[in-house]
């Protein structure tokens, strides 16, 4: 199987802009987060591992980023499961360096 990284510049410049406040961009993920689990019973996936990072406008007009994961399933595999997504990833921009170094790109 594989999840190949799709570029999306477009649609990425838009989900970029912060959220209008702390309590919006908690919304937005609780809701992310239903449609994530309600996806996962639909399509029977055991555990899955998600981790977000976005940004938020605040009151003082100030804008935030915040990181966080949220896990479903056994929480024995989490990190079993973020080692192999942190390696994968480690390894598809070796990939990435090497053909740039390369002039391939």
């Known amino acids: 199987m594989s999840n190949k990284f799709k570029d999306d510049p477009e649609n990425y410049y838009k989900m970029s802009e912060p959220h209008e406040s702390a309590d919006k961009a908690n919304e937005a ?3 992310f987060y239903e449609k994530v689990s309600e996806a996962r019973k639909e399509f029977k996936i055991a555990d899955i591992l998600i981790v977000t990072k ?3 406008r605040y009151e003082d007009g100030n804008i935030g980023q915040f990181m966080q994961h949220s896990q479903y399933g056994n929480q024995l595999n989490g990190v079993s499961m973020a080692a192999y997504a942190y390696g994968q990833l480690q390894a598809e921009d070796r990939e990435r360096i090497n053909k740039l170094i390369a002039g391939k790109r």
């Open 29 to 31: 993920l609780q809701k």
């Open 54 to 56: 976005d940004s938020v």
